[in-house]
């Protein structure tokens, strides 16, 4: 039986990044409080870990408000513009770990909806980095997730409009959804926002997904971008495992499964992926 991990499994770019930054916060700032707002990633392995390192979550607008002092670190799904005028105003000492692609996207809606344009955010309402997004927009933004929703929108024809991405959304449902803004005649300007990231982990976790006879996907029940994989995967294999760490699998595995594939998403951590590895080529 083979077993075959892909390349692009686990953290991307932008969560080394921001686990570097908490890292070295820890190393260079051991007296002082340090805080992520929101947990720094969708693992709760690495979210106990920092915890044991005095890292503390900030869970809410509220919580950020009430602090007075210590330093808070903004992860990579990125924040509103008035997250950090409240750090500011409190004199609390900003740590930007915003992913530089997702800084890419606030940018963008800044300056587009500056100039009058409507925002349409194609991505998870309520996921937090649409929500940063959403916070960048100085005219009311719109998110789109589903085609009923593509095909309800209306605004005046002369409206100009500007789409961007949530940077994990999936590219073929993005570029449907865009289709339907272009046939209603708006005038439109669309920035594919979608991270490299998320396209090649999907794009080589579809092709081994359909030679595997079992496949496993690794990742926070909460991470939407491990969703996806597994959506993606379910699709071209049946015999799909969603699994948050190696505890969480129950595999039977019979005599004839010659292919098992293995993918994370971007939060799920190296030492994880390499133990459901070796106890799958272990043990089968
Ligand atoms: Fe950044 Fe892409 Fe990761 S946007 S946080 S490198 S998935």
């Given at each position: 039986m083979e077993v075959i991990k892909a390349k692009s499994a686990g953290f991307c770019f932008g969560v080394k990044k921001a686990m570097e930054t908490v890292y070295q916060q820890i190393e260079e700032n051991a007296n002082k409080p340090i805080y992520t707002?929101?947990?720094?990633?969708?693992?709760?392995?690495?979210?106990?870990?920092l915890k044991s390192k005095g890292v503390e979550v900030v869970d809410s607008?509220?919580?950020?408000?009430?602090?007075?002092?210590?330093?808070?670190?903004?992860?990579?799904?990125?924040?509103?513009?008035?997250?950090?005028?409240?750090?500011?105003?409190?004199?609390?000492?900003?740590v930007d770990a915003t992913c530089p692609f997702v800084k890419r996207i606030?940018?963008?809606?800044?300056?587009?909806?500056?100039?009058?344009?409507?925002?349409?955010?194609?991505?998870?309402?309520?996921?937090?980095?649409?929500?940063?997004?959403?916070?960048w927009s100085n005219t009311p933004a719109v998110v789109i997730e589903k085609e009923e929703?593509?095909?309800?929108f209306s605004c005046k024809l002369d409206e100009k409009i500007c789409i961007v991405s949530q940077t994990t959304f999936n590219y073929n449902k993005f570029k449907e959804l865009v289709e339907i803004f272009e046939k209603k005649g708006y005038d439109i300007s669309v920035v594919n926002t979608i991270c490299n990231a998320t396209e090649?982990?999907?794009t080589e976790?579809?092709?081994?997904?359909?030679?595997?006879?079992?496949?496993?996907?690794?990742?926070?029940?909460?991470?939407?971008?491990?969703?996806?994989?597994?959506?993606?995967?379910?699709?071209?294999?049946?015999?799909?495992?969603?699994?948050?760490?190696?505890?969480?699998?129950?595999?039977?595995?019979?005599?004839s499964v010659r292919l098992v594939g293995i993918t994370a998403g971007a939060s799920t951590p190296n030492n994880i992926i390499e133990e459901v590895q070796n106890y799958v080529r272990i043990n089968f």
């Amino acid at each position: 039986m083979e077993v075959i991990k892909a390349k692009s499994a686990g953290f991307c770019f932008g969560v080394k990044k921001a686990m570097e930054t908490v890292y070295q916060q820890i190393e260079e700032n051991a007296n002082k409080p340090i805080y992520t707002f929101g947990p720094l990633i969708h693992n709760e392995e690495v979210v106990k870990e920092l915890k044991s390192k005095g890292v503390e979550v900030v869970d809410s607008v509220e919580e950020l408000k009430a602090l007075k002092d210590g330093i808070v670190i903004i992860r990579s799904h990125g924040v509103s513009k008035d997250i950090y005028k409240i750090m500011e105003d409190n004199g609390i000492t900003c740590v930007d770990a915003t992913c530089p692609f997702v800084k890419r996207i606030h940018k963008i809606v800044d300056k587009e909806s500056a100039l009058g344009k409507k925002i349409i955010v194609i991505g998870n309402d309520g996921h937090p980095e649409v929500e940063g997004i959403k916070g960048w927009s100085n005219t009311p933004a719109v998110v789109i997730e589903k085609e009923e929703e593509a095909l309800e929108f209306s605004c005046k024809l002369d409206e100009k409009i500007c789409i961007v991405s949530q940077t994990t959304f999936n590219y073929n449902k993005f570029k449907e959804l865009v289709e339907i803004f272009e046939k209603k005649g708006y005038d439109i300007s669309v920035v594919n926002t979608i991270c490299n990231a998320t396209e090649e982990r999907q794009t080589e976790a579809k092709k081994i997904a359909a030679e595997a006879d079992v496949m496993i996907v690794i990742g926070g029940t909460h991470s939407s971008n491990t969703r996806k994989l597994y959506e993606i995967c379910k699709n071209e294999c049946e015999n799909t495992h969603f699994i948050q760490t190696l505890d969480d699998l129950n595999l039977e595995l019979p005599k004839s499964v010659r292919l098992v594939g293995i993918t994370a998403g971007a939060s799920t951590p190296n030492n994880i992926i390499e133990e459901v590895q070796n106890y799958v080529r272990i043990n089968f």
